[in-house]
Nanobody, 126 residues
Framework: QVHVVESGGGLVQAGGSLRLSCAAS????????MGWFRQAPGKEREFVAA????????NYADSVKGRFTISRDNAKNTVYLQMNSLKPEDTAVYYC???????????????????WGQGTQVTVSS
């Protein structure tokens, strides 16, 4: 059983930064593709960013390109989401997810991921 746990959420003013962390356990982390999703109140959960098992390929939603950076440290079994220039519309619960296959063409889809964390709240005030 794979477990993922997010941390690092909080309240920040518009224009500020936060770094989210996602720690994984119970499997071979270095083989997993990892993704970040978010869900705002009353909205569907949406893709934010993804990183392949090797860390060499990353993908982003258009809404966060140039502001967010996904990275991973396989030695620490952790994936990060550095969020800069935050906007009020970034307010959401952010979820980390793991894909044991390492990579999926449909990396933007929730169905590509088998394991999910409980989420961490990010609130951006204007």
């Amino acid at each position: 059983q794979v477990h993922v746990v997010e941390s690092g959420g909080g309240l920040v003013q518009a224009g500020g930064s936060l770094r989210l962390s996602c720690a994984a356990s119970g499997g071979i982390f270095s083989r997993y593709g990892m993704g970040w999703f978010r869900q705002a109140p009353g909205k569907e959960r949406e893709f934010v960013a993804a990183i392949r098992w090797s860390g060499g390929v990353t993908n982003y939603a258009d809404s966060v390109k140039g502001r967010f950076t996904i990275s991973r440290d396989n030695a620490k079994n952790t994936v990060y989401l550095q969020m800069n220039s935050l906007k009020p519309e970034d307010t959401a619960v952010y979820y980390c997810a793991a894909n044991p296959l390492g990579y999926a063409r449909n990396y933007e889809s929730r169905t590509a991921y088998d394991y999910w964390g409980q989420g961490t709240q990010v609130t951006v005030s204007s």
